[in-house]
């Protein structure tokens, strides 16, 4: 089993940048490709970044692109979302995300099969 613990968010004025990162147990994380999701109050859960088991791919969600980076550090064990230029819309719990065994890329949630406790991120305007 993976676990994923989530550290780095916090409170930061619009247009400022936090760094979460991810840190994983067990023995296999360099394996899974990983993905950060989030959700706001009163909202569905939805895709915000992944990357592949070598960092070689990389894919976001049309409303972060070009202001979030997603990277990886398997000898760390650990996945990071840099998040520039924030916008109050940003706000939300964020987690990241192992896929199941077996799954080699995705950015459906349905294939993440491991998940963290979430950070909370939020953008004041």
């Known amino acids: 089993q993976v676990q994923l613990v989530e550290s780095g968010g916090g409170l930061v004025q619009a247009g400022g940048s936090l760094r979460l990162a991810c840190a994983a147990s067990?023995?296999?994380?360099?394996?899974?490709?990983m993905g950060w999701f989030r959700q706001a109050p009163g909202k569905e859960r939805e895709f915000a970044a992944a990357?592949?088991?070598?960092?070689?791919?990389?894919d976001y969600a049309s409303s972060v692109k070009g202001r979030f980076t997603i990277s990886r550090d398997n000898a760390k064990n650990t996945v990071y979302l840099q998040m520039n230029s924030l916008k109050p819309e940003d706000t939300a719990v964020y987690y990241c995300?192992?896929?199941?065994?077996?799954?080699?890329?995705?950015?459906?949630?349905?294939?993440?099969?491991?998940w963290g406790q979430g950070t909370q991120v939020t953008v004041s305007s």
């Open positions: 067990g023995r296999t994380f360099s394996s899974y490709t």
């Open positions: 990357i592949s088991w070598g960092g070689g791919t990389t």
């Open positions: 995300a192992a896929v199941k065994y077996g799954t080699y890329w995705s950015v459906r949630s349905a294939d993440y099969g491991y």
